[in-house]
T-cell receptor
Framework: DVKVTQSSRYLVKRTGEKVFLECVQD?????MFWYRQDPGLGLRLIYF???????EKGDIPEGYSVSREKKERFSLILESASTNQTSMYLC?????????????FGPGTRLTVL | AQKVTQAQTEISVVEKEDVTLDCVYE???????LFWYKQPPSGELVFLIR??????QNEISGRYSWNFQKSTSSFNFTITASQVVDSAVYFC?????????????FGKGTKLTVNP
C-alpha cells in the first residue's frame, strides 16, 4: 500500500513565523504535490514536483515555497505566515510523469495562524 | 479551461437509502482521466476510482457504482444501501495527461451524511 505521511496533524503558529510542513512517501513515487483545502473552495494546488530539486507552481503559489532534496520528501514552506494561510494542507504523490497516475494523499495538516 | 462541477453541496439520507452524487466536467481534450475520492472526518482523501475517457463501461465495486457518460460529460457515483460509515465529503476530479503535467482539477465536493 502507498503510504504518505505528514509531519503534523495540527499546527498552531503566529503571524510572521516561518513554517515548515513536511511530507514523506514510501513508494518511490516521482511526483509529489501540495494542496490547500478551504471550505467552499475545494482543493487548490499550491506547488508540485516531478523530480528531485524540480518544482512547478500550481494555481496558488503566492506566499509559499517548496523544497525537494530527496525523492521521498517534499516540504512546503511558509516564509512569513499570515492569517489567510490558516487552512488544511494536503500532500499527495503519484508514480511518474509518463502517465496520469493516481494521486495518493496524506492525512493532512490543519494549520492555524494566529 | 478544465472544470469540475459538483452541484450538490450537501446530501442527507437515512441508512439503507440509495444515493447518487453528481459530477459534471468540462474539458476540450479527448484523452483525460476522472477520479472519485472520499474524505472521511479524519481528513485523509481516500482514492475510490480512476477512469479514462475511452472506457465508458459502468463500474461496480460492492455497494459503489459509477456511471460515466461522455455524451453528457458526467461521471456520477451511486452508493447502494448507504451506511453510516459512508458519511464523508466526496470529491470528483479531472486530470489532463496531454497538458504535460500531473495536475488534478477538483470539484468542490459533496458532503454526504448518512443518518441511522
Amino acid at each position: 500500500d502507498v503510504k504518505v505521511t505528514q509531519s503534523s496533524r495540527y499546527l498552531v503558529k503566529r503571524t510572521g513565523e516561518k513554517v515548515f510542513l513536511e511530507c514523506v512517501q514510501d513508494m518511490d513515487h516521482e511526483n509529489m504535490f501540495w494542496y490547500r483545502q478551504d471550505p467552499g473552495l475545494g482543493l487548490r494546488l499550491i506547488y508540485f514536483s516531478y523530480d528531485v530539486k524540480m518544482k512547478e507552481k500550481g494555481d496558488i503559489p503566492e506566499g509559499y515555497s517548496v523544497s525537494r532534496e530527496k525523492k521521498e520528501r517534499f516540504s512546503l514552506i511558509l516564509e512569513s505566515a499570515s492569517t489567510n494561510q490558516t487552512s488544511m494542507y494536503l500532500c499527495a504523490s503519484s508514480m511518474d510523469r509518463t502517465s496520469t497516475d493516481t494521486q495518493y494523499f496524506g492525512p493532512g495538516t490543519r494549520l492555524t495562524v494566529l | 479551461a478544465q472544470k469540475v462541477t459538483q452541484a450538490q453541496t450537501e446530501i442527507s439520507v437515512v441508512e439503507k437509502e440509495d444515493v447518487t452524487l453528481d459530477c459534471v466536467y468540462e474539458t476540450r481534450d479527448t484523452t483525460y482521466y476522472l477520479f472519485w475520492y472520499k474524505q472521511p472526518p479524519s481528513g485523509e482523501l481516500v482514492f475510490l476510482i480512476r477512469r479514462n475517457s475511452f472506457d465508458e463501461q459502468n463500474e461496480i465495486s460492492g455497494r459503489y457504482s459509477w456511471n460515466f457518460q461522455k455524451s453528457t460529460s458526467s461521471f456520477n457515483f451511486t452508493i447502494t444501501a448507504s451506511q453510516v460509515v459512508d458519511s464523508a465529503v466526496y470529491f470528483c476530479a479531472l486530470s489532463d495527461p496531454q497538458g504535460g503535467s500531473e495536475k488534478l482539477v477538483f470539484g468542490k465536493g459533496t458532503k454526504l451524511t448518512v443518518n441511522p
